[in-house]
């Protein structure tokens, strides 16, 4: 009998010192480290989404094939914010207070972006984002931008468009510079107006359209009848597709074209797209696939994009900013060698991390650093990198019309 | 304010004459069904859309010419426009509930849509697209006129048929008096399926010919409710014409205000010309 009692006190104090070591594992991190995001998987900015959940598969099926983080393998929960910031901000409350996700990834879209920097703010979480638009924005001092289009776009880019055409063997001396009313290129088009006017580039026209805007044809009328030497085209989605479809009709094409944000498929394959520009932070071309994690990545991209049916199966700036996010993220952590946010943010402050679109840095406004931004054209139904030399794709040049 | 020339002028009134072509063809369905059915459905513009996403596949997978699917698709839709108002009608849908069925409808074949095409952009590409002339330096699209005299000539027909015809006579007298009107014969149940058929077939033709001229994406169904609302409370509810000559007149508003302001005062102009009538006319609507 004394044998049995024994032998249960054992058991007991056996039990609960495993139920000790236990609690001990779960606090030190012993199961999945989990990241919690959004992604707008269903609405009007899923078709974009799909890109970024895409390459999140990717990754994280990588690091964990790598071995994880910390020694742990890495498990990413990924919420449909149905394209709604305010679906977003519930999420990422739900993110960190109900499911205690380890590490926070940022949505894709501006809006819900800044939806869930007011919750990581609110929680001390850091956040790094996939494609935030506009700098100013960004505020809190724990985001991190994937997209890295420095601190003033505004001011940057239209430089880096205007230096790429002054290249030319006939530099433009006109500009017609008609832009979507939709936040994230509306500041850039403004922008662009200034520095144009720095440059001596002569305005002759400028025209803000709604974002939805139907009509295209007397936008294109109007600009037909300015003859700029360049257009700069201030559009997301579809909308340069529609404006450049209204000049054919009228038997008009732009010697010069550059767009911000056109939705890259349609704009490759559509055929009075030829020539059109665009800016980008990466192609799937010399010298970016130079860099054997890039060249790895636009393998398995295409190949999962085209079995997930995408029409557009390349690696452009959304796959490549996605990417580099997720790449900032690892980087963070193992420098750190530890899942403290704080820690984390102090790092990358400090520090520069190697992505497939160049090395980032955080140390300048709004923790962006450089402007990477690049010009590309559809040249043969292919977008290819034009300007910066450095970054141009081989033996490619900015041809004109 | 510089003054246009009389090229650019005239280049954007066209434009704006064959837009009002597209939502007077739009319209014209909905109109009808809200002014005879007293049924707003607002899943005419689902319709309009799931017809376009199906003209697309029919072209660009099938390699069938759009105009086929002029003649194979408007059937189809009939019967489920027959479909459709039977189903109202065996739940005695009110007018003011219809709105809210036919929107429930209309988020359905949004997302029916999306699960079928995705959410990215669908350009259908043809040899309509490259089809112009021009006349006086004046560049005339051909898909877009195409569309412009077939709305004319629907609406022409449409209105012909209701004022010439007896089943015309009967559906109008059935929107005026139902109870009335069925004293004399008139069945109410057959001509409101028939009616509800046409308006739906009218939204096929629609999504055709919007499907050749613009490029889609389902979350474009609700951009443009507004505009053709307003086209067809100005035009006036259950008229045949009412809305094309509306459509056209906003439409032409639009590109004047693109042309001589900027394009940014396009989409007050349809709310303002909207606004004007219900306060100077308002029996009107």
Redesign the interface.
């Given at each position: 009998m004394l044998n049995i009692k024994r032998l249960a006190a054992a058991a007991a104090v056996a039990l609960g010192c495993a139920g000790l070591f236990s609690a001990q594992a779960v606090a030190q991190g012993s199961g999945p480290i989990r990241i919690g995001g959004t992604l707008a998987l269903?609405?009007?900015?899923?078709?974009t989404a799909?890109v970024h959940k895409l390459t999140g598969e990717i990754y994280i099926e990588d690091l964990n094939s790598r071995g994880g983080l910390l020694g742990r393998k890495v498990e990413w929960i990924v919420k449909d914010d149905q394209s709604k910031p305010e679906v977003a901000r519930t999420l990422y409350e739900q993110l960190v207070t109900s499911d205690k996700v380890d590490l926070l990834m940022g949505p894709y879209a501006t809006g819900a972006i800044l939806s869930s920097i007011g919750v990581a703010q609110r929680y001390n979480k850091m956040i790094i984002s996939h494609t935030m638009g506009i700098p100013a924005l960004a505020k809190y001092d724990m985001h991190f931008p994937g997209w890295s289009v420095g601190p003033k776009p505004e001011d940057t880019v239209p430089v880096t468009v205007f230096e790429g055409l002054a290249q030319l063997p006939k530099p433009p001396k006109t500009i017609a510079i008609v832009t979507s009313?939709f936040p994230s290129v509306h500041f850039l088009s403004v922008g662009a107006r200034e520095v144009a006017k720095k440059r001596g580039l002569q305005e002759v026209l400028f025209?803000?359209?709604?974002f939805?805007?139907?009509?295209f044809?007397?936008?294109a009328?109007?600009v037909?009848?300015a003859k700029p030497d360049l257009v700069w085209v201030g559009d997301i989605?579809?909308e340069g597709?529609?404006l450049l479809?209204?000049m054919k009709?009228?038997?008009y094409v732009p010697p010069l074209n550059i767009h911000l944000y056109p939705?890259p498929?349609?704009m490759a394959n559509?055929p009075e797209s030829q020539g059109a520009m665009a800016l980008t932070i990466f192609e799937e071309h010399k010298p970016f696939t130079d860099n054997p994690v890039a060249a790895k990545f636009v393998k398995t991209f295409n190949e999962r994009a085209k079995a997930a049916?995408?029409?557009y199966t390349a690696v452009e700036t959304q796959a490549a900013a996605s990417f580099s996010a997720w790449q900032i993220l690892e980087a963070a952590v193992r420098a750190t060698n530890s899942l403290d946010d704080r820690k984390m943010a102090d790092w990358l402050k400090a520090n520069q991390v190697d992505t497939i679109q160049g090395k980032l840095r955080f140390d300048r406004g709004n923790n962006y650093g450089d402007d990477l931004m690049r010009v590309k054209q559809v040249q043969d139904k292919n977008w290819v990198t034009v300007w910066p030399k450095e970054w141009a794709a081989p033996g490619a040049t900015i041809k004109t019309r | 304010m510089t003054l246009?020339?009389l090229?650019?002028l005239a280049?954007?009134i066209?434009?704006?004459i064959?837009?009002g072509g597209m939502y007077g063809l739009i319209g014209l369905g909905l109109g009808l069904s809200w002014g005879l059915l007293r049924q707003i459905n607002l899943a005419h513009f689902g319709y309009v859309f799931l017809s376009g996403y199906l003209c697309y596949q029919m072209t660009q997978y099938w390699g069938m010419d759009p105009l086929l699917a002029l003649l194979i698709l408007p059937p189809i839709f009939f019967g489920i426009g027959v479909v459709q108002q039977w189903a109202l009608a065996r739940f005695r849908i009110t007018p003011f509930n219809s709105l809210l069925v036919t929107f429930g409808l209309t988020v359905m074949i949004e997302s029916l849509i999306?699960w079928i095409w995705?959410?990215?952009?669908r350009?259908m590409q043809t040899h309509y697209?490259e089809l112009?002339f021009?006349v006086g330096g004046i560049?005339v699209?051909i898909p877009?006129l195409f569309t412009l005299l077939l709305a004319v000539g629907l609406a022409f027909a449409i209105w012909a048929a209701m004022r010439f015809t007896d089943l015309g006579k009967a559906m109008r007298a059935m929107a005026e008096d139902a109870p009335i009107a069925a004293a004399f014969g008139i069945n109410e149940r057959g001509l409101s399926l028939l009616l509800s058929g046409l308006c739906v077939a009218l939204a096929a033709v629609a999504g055709i010919c919007f499907a050749v001229i613009?490029?889609l994406?389902p979350?474009q169904i609700f951009?443009?409710v507004g505009?053709v609302f307003a086209a067809v409370m100005l035009g006036g509810l259950g008229s045949a014409l009412g809305p094309l000559v509306a459509g056209i007149i906003i439409?032409v508003s639009?590109?004047i205000a693109?042309?001589l302001f900027?394009?940014?005062w396009?989409?007050i102009v349809s709310f303002s010309l909207l606004i004007m009538m219900l306060l100077f006319r308002p029996g009107r609507a």
């Amino acid at each position: 009998m004394l044998n049995i009692k024994r032998l249960a006190a054992a058991a007991a104090v056996a039990l609960g010192c495993a139920g000790l070591f236990s609690a001990q594992a779960v606090a030190q991190g012993s199961g999945p480290i989990r990241i919690g995001g959004t992604l707008a998987l269903t609405g009007p900015l899923s078709a974009t989404a799909l890109v970024h959940k895409l390459t999140g598969e990717i990754y994280i099926e990588d690091l964990n094939s790598r071995g994880g983080l910390l020694g742990r393998k890495v498990e990413w929960i990924v919420k449909d914010d149905q394209s709604k910031p305010e679906v977003a901000r519930t999420l990422y409350e739900q993110l960190v207070t109900s499911d205690k996700v380890d590490l926070l990834m940022g949505p894709y879209a501006t809006g819900a972006i800044l939806s869930s920097i007011g919750v990581a703010q609110r929680y001390n979480k850091m956040i790094i984002s996939h494609t935030m638009g506009i700098p100013a924005l960004a505020k809190y001092d724990m985001h991190f931008p994937g997209w890295s289009v420095g601190p003033k776009p505004e001011d940057t880019v239209p430089v880096t468009v205007f230096e790429g055409l002054a290249q030319l063997p006939k530099p433009p001396k006109t500009i017609a510079i008609v832009t979507s009313k939709f936040p994230s290129v509306h500041f850039l088009s403004v922008g662009a107006r200034e520095v144009a006017k720095k440059r001596g580039l002569q305005e002759v026209l400028f025209l803000e359209w709604e974002f939805g805007n139907r009509d295209f044809g007397p936008i294109a009328a109007r600009v037909k009848d300015a003859k700029p030497d360049l257009v700069w085209v201030g559009d997301i989605g579809l909308e340069g597709n529609m404006l450049l479809e209204a000049m054919k009709k009228i038997d008009y094409v732009p010697p010069l074209n550059i767009h911000l944000y056109p939705a890259p498929g349609p704009m490759a394959n559509s055929p009075e797209s030829q020539g059109a520009m665009a800016l980008t932070i990466f192609e799937e071309h010399k010298p970016f696939t130079d860099n054997p994690v890039a060249a790895k990545f636009v393998k398995t991209f295409n190949e999962r994009a085209k079995a997930a049916g995408l029409p557009y199966t390349a690696v452009e700036t959304q796959a490549a900013a996605s990417f580099s996010a997720w790449q900032i993220l690892e980087a963070a952590v193992r420098a750190t060698n530890s899942l403290d946010d704080r820690k984390m943010a102090d790092w990358l402050k400090a520090n520069q991390v190697d992505t497939i679109q160049g090395k980032l840095r955080f140390d300048r406004g709004n923790n962006y650093g450089d402007d990477l931004m690049r010009v590309k054209q559809v040249q043969d139904k292919n977008w290819v990198t034009v300007w910066p030399k450095e970054w141009a794709a081989p033996g490619a040049t900015i041809k004109t019309r | 304010m510089t003054l246009p020339s009389l090229n650019l002028l005239a280049q954007s009134i066209l434009s704006g004459i064959f837009l009002g072509g597209m939502y007077g063809l739009i319209g014209l369905g909905l109109g009808l069904s809200w002014g005879l059915l007293r049924q707003i459905n607002l899943a005419h513009f689902g319709y309009v859309f799931l017809s376009g996403y199906l003209c697309y596949q029919m072209t660009q997978y099938w390699g069938m010419d759009p105009l086929l699917a002029l003649l194979i698709l408007p059937p189809i839709f009939f019967g489920i426009g027959v479909v459709q108002q039977w189903a109202l009608a065996r739940f005695r849908i009110t007018p003011f509930n219809s709105l809210l069925v036919t929107f429930g409808l209309t988020v359905m074949i949004e997302s029916l849509i999306q699960w079928i095409w995705t959410a990215d952009f669908r350009k259908m590409q043809t040899h309509y697209n490259e089809l112009k002339f021009s006349v006086g330096g004046i560049f005339v699209p051909i898909p877009e006129l195409f569309t412009l005299l077939l709305a004319v000539g629907l609406a022409f027909a449409i209105w012909a048929a209701m004022r010439f015809t007896d089943l015309g006579k009967a559906m109008r007298a059935m929107a005026e008096d139902a109870p009335i009107a069925a004293a004399f014969g008139i069945n109410e149940r057959g001509l409101s399926l028939l009616l509800s058929g046409l308006c739906v077939a009218l939204a096929a033709v629609a999504g055709i010919c919007f499907a050749v001229i613009f490029t889609l994406t389902p979350t474009q169904i609700f951009s443009w409710v507004g505009v053709v609302f307003a086209a067809v409370m100005l035009g006036g509810l259950g008229s045949a014409l009412g809305p094309l000559v509306a459509g056209i007149i906003i439409g032409v508003s639009e590109a004047i205000a693109m042309v001589l302001f900027a394009p940014s005062w396009a989409p007050i102009v349809s709310f303002s010309l909207l606004i004007m009538m219900l306060l100077f006319r308002p029996g009107r609507a």
